[in-house]
């Protein structure tokens, strides 16, 4: 069955949270590897317009539309790959709070069963048998 004790509940959540933390950090990258590839295919169409080869000015007005579409994605990329940092940040922020929470957890737990077994011990020291009661 499922953990008992409230930190072992909390130090899955927190699995749970980091493993969430690590998607968002692959999508970020997934979005910054794409990113750089628009990037290098805008230098290469660039390169293309620049350069004095009559094959390429054959094709300048293609190329001046590829690189206009090219930079429109990496405007979008940009603005994608922004909102994925603020939500590794979210994702960071909330795993780092539930570990907190789970090692205060912890220690309650730990100060309760200490609190307990001093309870327990002072019972035996100091507690009478029911059986020497009847005697009296």
């Known amino acids: 069955m499922g953990p008992n004790k ?3 509940k909390l130090a899955r959540l927190v699995s749970v949270q980091r493993h969430m933390e690590r998607m968002a950090e692959s999508d970020l990258s997934n979005t910054a590897r794409q990113r750089d590839e628009v990037s290098a ?3 290469m169409v660039m390169d293309a317009i620049g350069s004095l080869d009559p094959v390429h000015r054959l ?3 293609n190329y001046a539309e590829r690189f206009d579409r090219l930079a ?3 405007k979008q990329l940009a603005g994608i790959q922004q ?3 603020a939500k590794v940040v979210r994702e960071r922020v909330k795993g780092d709070r539930l ?4 090692r205060e ?7 309760e069963a200490d609190d307990n ?4 011990m002072v019972d035996m020291r100091y507690a009478t048998p029911a059986s020497s009661k009847l005697q009296e």
Do not use: G
């Open 6 to 8: 409230k930190s072992e």
């Open 41 to 43: 295919s805008m230098h």
């Open 59 to 61: 094709f300048a007005q």
């Open 72 to 74: 429109n994605m990496e």
């Open 83 to 85: 909102a994925q940092e």
């Open 99 to 102: 570990e907190e929470n789970r």
């Open 105 to 111: 957890a912890r220690l309650d737990e730990d100060r």
């Open 117 to 120: 077994a001093i309870y327990d």
